[in-house]
């Protein structure tokens, strides 16, 4: 073999190798078009997906049943946990008060055995009477009652999406 020969076959040689070396190249360059293409829109299909959903804040309904009346002997006070409401049963009816105070907003506390204050809010010290009017304190109104009704289950609702104006008990 002449030297002409081997060096034609070394250059052969070379250029076998470059090509596979290319060949890989091309296609790991293609593995990653596609790959970025596939990602690329699966993000743009799921952001599309998002506009479909509303962008709403799912929050508890305002209206919710607290229980039946067997729940509320005459002289209760029965705080309704996760509501912020307390539910009063007197001689003449049922009223809802709300518990979250009209300062800050803080969850106020109801006061046992005091015949002037009714509840007392923790964080700057307002007062309340059992009615729910302002005592002292930085508290600019009284607590609100809410709408209350019984369903035709004999269950009680309180409707806290409507604020008792009037402060008429529910007579059952
Ligand atoms: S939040 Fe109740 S007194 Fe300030």
Known sequence: MSFENSA????????????AVNGDRRDFVKKLSVTTLVLGVGAAIVQCGRFLQ???????SRVFKVGELSKFPIGSRIVIEGR????VRERDGFHAISLVCT????????????PEIGYLCPCHGSTFAHKGEVQGGPAPKDLPWYEMYLDHTGT???DASKVN????????
């Open 8 to 19: 034609c076959a070394a250059t052969l040689h070379d250029k076998a190798s470059d090509e």
């Open 54 to 60: 509303p962008n709403v804040l799912y929050e508890p």
């Open 84 to 87: 912020g409401i307390e539910i």
């Open 103 to 114: 300062h800050l907003g803080c969850l106020i506390k109801p006061v046992e055995n005091d």
């Open 156 to 158: 009680l609702v309180v």
């Open 165 to 172: 104006h009037k402060r008429t008990k529910l007579v059952v």
